[in-house]
């Protein structure tokens, strides 16, 4: 089965230093692995997808993570912090054994960004 | 706006009631899917339509749980004799399936509090 594990539930930035989300996941296939940010009262936005075209993935508002075979991991990064980034971030991997289709969330990571 | 969107936005019930939301997804997309997300947790998916069929339920979608796609447009979600336990934000995204990788667009949610 494949899964996600989101490694913190809250992760507490400074403005202006960066900012670390992990994860991992869990895939008998080579896998779809998204991040999708949601803000208070809006609707969950792709941030960044890995398609195995390349394994360090740029999305956007300076959001990258890093594809790692051998450690099952999909980290998202960010080199400066905005206050804008404060929201829910969420790893997703796509189902590939079921309905080759719908996505599996992990249970999000808090992101809270201090002045 | 083009974007994918779900009325209402609010629905307080009482148990017992039976309920009904609406998905309008990007027009051209052939796939419409509809998620749950409960407090502190990530989405869970409930099921998919491909144009007008019904191609997976997941084992969350009780009988209590309808859902529909006439015509392969807008979609219906109906929660027969709610329950305290359906409480939770009802989440539709859609995609143009080409294959795994394929982004999905969400909506802002219809969150439903059963009293």
């Known amino acids: 089965a494949q899964s996600v594990t989101q490694l913190d539930s809250h992760v507490s930035v400074s403005e202006g230093t960066p900012v670390l989300l992990r994860c991992n996941y869990s895939?008998?296939?080579?896998?779809?692995l998204f991040w999708y940010v949601q803000h208070p009262n809006k609707g969950l936005q792709l941030l960044l997808k890995?398609?195995?075209?390349?394994?360090l993935v740029k999305g956007i508002n300076g959001f990258e993570a890093e594809f790692k075979k051998s450690e099952t991991s999909f980290h998202l990064t960010k080199p400066s912090a905005h206050m804008s980034d404060a929201a829910e971030y969420f790893c997703?991997?796509?189902?590939?054994?079921?309905?080759?289709?719908?996505?599996?969330f992990g249970k999000g990571t808090k992101l809270s960004v201090k002045p | 706006d083009t974007g994918v969107s779900q009325n209402p936005r609010h629905k307080i019930t009482k148990r017992g009631q039976n309920v009904t939301f609406r998905c309008d997804p990007i027009?051209?997309?052939?796939?419409l899917y509809w998620y749950r997300q409960t407090l502190g947790q990530g989405p869970e998916f409930l099921t998919y339509?491909?144009?007008?069929?019904?191609?997976?339920k997941s084992r969350l979608l009780s009988d209590r749980f309808s859902a529909e796609r006439p015509k392969g447009s807008f979609s219906t979600l109906e929660i027969q004799r709610t329950e305290q336990g359906d409480s939770a934000m009802y989440l539709c995204?859609?995609?143009?399936?080409?294959?795994?990788?394929?982004?999905?667009?969400f909506g802002p949610g219809t969150r439903l509090t059963v009293l």
């Open positions: 995204a859609s995609s143009l399936w080409t294959g795994p990788y394929n982004e999905q667009f």
């Open positions: 895939s008998s296939y080579s896998p779809s």
């Open positions: 890995y398609t195995s075209a390349a394994t």
């Open positions: 997703v991997v796509s189902d590939l054994v079921g309905s080759q289709g719908n996505l599996i």
């Open positions: 027009s051209e997309h052939n796939r």
């Open positions: 339509f491909q144009n007008e069929a019904q191609l997976e």
